[in-house]
């Protein structure tokens, strides 16, 4: 029995959830999300609360229990109020900008590093070091902050590089004469 799959989701006043067919459709103040329900799996929605329930109980169908309750808990959970990941840019010279549509980065290359940004997402720059990067899609935001923290990793050395808010860094001692 999948644990997280048992659990009921409360849905929030000012949210709405409709099935139609294999789509399950979340809106809400921040934007609006579309689930793909397989076929093995029943929706029940009833005064407020909703119910992903199995059709058998073999391994695959249990283990999509569990994983399509937690996207439709992540779906009205990013409608009533966004994600958000904090990168930092630590480095002399490391900086980001806004341009237009497009995140500028300087990250200690000889060039500049124009990243499109894709729908859905919002960015935040703070003191041309930190870039907060925002959205209802918990899996876009994320791939989205993996993505610019892939430009230039954080090395072990001096800490330079694209780090994400509440990482630690482990330190490296340098060469000994």
């Known amino acids: ?9 409360e849905i929030p006043k000012g949210i709405s959830v409709q099935q139609s067919g294999h789509l399950l459709s979340v809106d809400g103040p921040k934007g609006k999300e579309q689930i793909y329900i397989n076929g093995k799996l029943k929706i029940d929605i009833k005064d407020g609360l909703l119910e992903v329930v199995p059709e058998d109980k073999s391994i695959k169908t249990r283990s999509l229990w569990g994983l399509t309750r937690a996207q439709i808990g992540n779906a009205i959970n990013g409608v009533a109020n966004h994600f958000t990941k904090t990168l930092k840019l630590t480095g002399v010279g490391y ?6 549509e497009q995140l500028e980065l300087q990250l200690g290359f000889s060039h500049k590093i124009l990243y499109d940004i894709p729908e859905g997402i919002e960015i935040k720059i703070d003191k041309q070091t930190t870039i907060i990067v925002s959205g209802h ?21 001096k800490g330079k590089g694209v780090a994400y808010s509440d990482e630690y ?8 004469k």
């Open 1 to 9: 029995m999948s644990r997280i799959g048992r659990k009921v989701l």
């Open 95 to 100: 900086r980001a900008n806004m341009k237009g």
């Open 137 to 157: 899609n918990k899996q876009a935001v994320g791939q989205f902050a993996a993505e610019i923290r892939s430009l230039r990793k954080p090395e072990p050395y």
């Open 169 to 176: 860094i482990v330190r490296k001692e340098g060469k000994k």
